[in-house]
């Protein structure tokens, strides 16, 4: 005979199942409520209005960038602001990150207790809103749960509502991929000068280019040599690094309009944001926030005001872009200001560039391929050394006195005297119209014919 008391009579036990059981009721009706507006096609403020409803708690859904989508502290508004679904803390919190990477990599909701020092006032938990292999973005609630079976109930709910907002969040992105299409290809006609003048105003409204104030075109593309540098390499899903980038960019905020081309991505955008702070650095910022481990070569035009200027805007750009990209700019902005003798050497047509150097260089040159010498190479490090032998010899990884000797051939094959300022300038201008034409490359005679009129 067993002396265990029946379950009605153990007040504990049935309390604790009734509560088991009114949770796992409610996480039903969550669950249910949640895959209703699902196939509704309720957005993402809406879906954040009713979870944070049905829960009788905050939500905060922040994007793959962790900025703030939507938040909802239970008021029935779904625009109400509310960072009470992470207390005093900062998602983007350095502390955090490995909270962040864990869910992102496991691909399952992790709870946070409350850490009252690190600013986490109550617990909760942070779900990984992701499609296949592609994370989009989390999602942070509040939690209540007393005991492990409360507590397990409240992960699936999270966990399931983090997969419903993976589907707003691909529809979003869809519309969104169309809208931006649609205005890259206007703004691409404004910057390839492919417009009536009397209606460029108006394309560039319809482009989302906000008149009226200062823009400044950025070109972006991975530097030379550097990590992950391909641009045609997979961000994921089939999106090249330059299609994922150019999204990113483009949801900066209105006004801001980005597309990638081939080998780099242009951006317009106003000098001043309207939400605060200059577009050069949030941009440069944003790229290594999402690509930190892709070092990305920067150039920028000059400040262009009229939709008329931006053809010429986007040559600077490109023309900054590509010293940036030979000189190993990485994480900084070029701008065409900066560019020095470059800007007169790049207006100069490329077969006169070439006859130039190879009058001052010519044999220099020959020589070099027929003794399969790098006295070229010396000579550009002599000069960027401003002459100093033993600068110059750190740069090849070379004795001072190899660097000395290798100058007095120089000299010899080019007639040139390198102490005197008249020859050293010639030999750096034959040097730097070298580099430009070499920039141009064999693909550049298509915009050849653009930037003889920038």
Partial sequence: MSDSAPTSERPGTAAALRRQNEALRQAIAVVDRLTTIALEGVDVDGITAELAAAIHGDVAVFDQLLRQLASSANTGDPKAPSDRASGTWSIAD??????????????????????PEWGVLGDVVVAPIAVGEQVLGYLVVTTRGTDGGEEDLELLTVQHAASIYALALVEAQRDAALRGRYRAELAESLLLGTFDPASAGEIARLAGIRLGVGQVLLAIAPAAGAAGARSGAEAGDGITLLESLAFDLDSIEDG?????????????????LANGGDSASRVTDLVRRRFPSVGFAFGASVVVF???????????????????????????????????????????????????????????????????????????????????????????????NTVSYRIRRIEEITALDLNSS????????????????SDRGPAGSDARARDSAG
Avoid: C, W
Wanted: aromatic share 4%; proline share 3%.
């Fill in 422 to 437: 008249n020859d050293r300038l010639l030999a750096h201008m034959a040097i730097e119209a070298l580099r430009v034409v």
């Fill in 94 to 115: 350095k502390r955090f990150a490995g909270v962040l990477e864990t869910a992102r990599d496991r691909r399952l909701p992790l709870r946070i207790r409350a850490v």
């Fill in 256 to 272: 801001v309009v980005a597309f990638a081309r081939l080998d780099h991505v242009m951006v317009i955008a106003p000098v001043e």
């Fill in 306 to 400: 009229e939709p008329s200027e931006f053809s010429r805007g986007e040559t600077q750009a490109r023309r900054a872009l590509a010293i940036a990209q030979r000189l190993g700019a990485v994480g900084e902005i070029t701008t065409h200001e900066s560019l020095g003798v470059h800007r007169l050497l790049l207006h100069v047509p490329e077969d006169d560039l070439r006859s130039f150097a190879d009058d001052v260089l010519g044999e220099l040159a020959a020589y070099d391929v027929a003794q399969r010498a790098s006295l070229l190479e010396t000579l550009a490090a002599f000069l960027g050394a401003n002459g100093n032998l033993r600068r110059a010899g750190d740069e090849l990884f070379v004795h001072v």
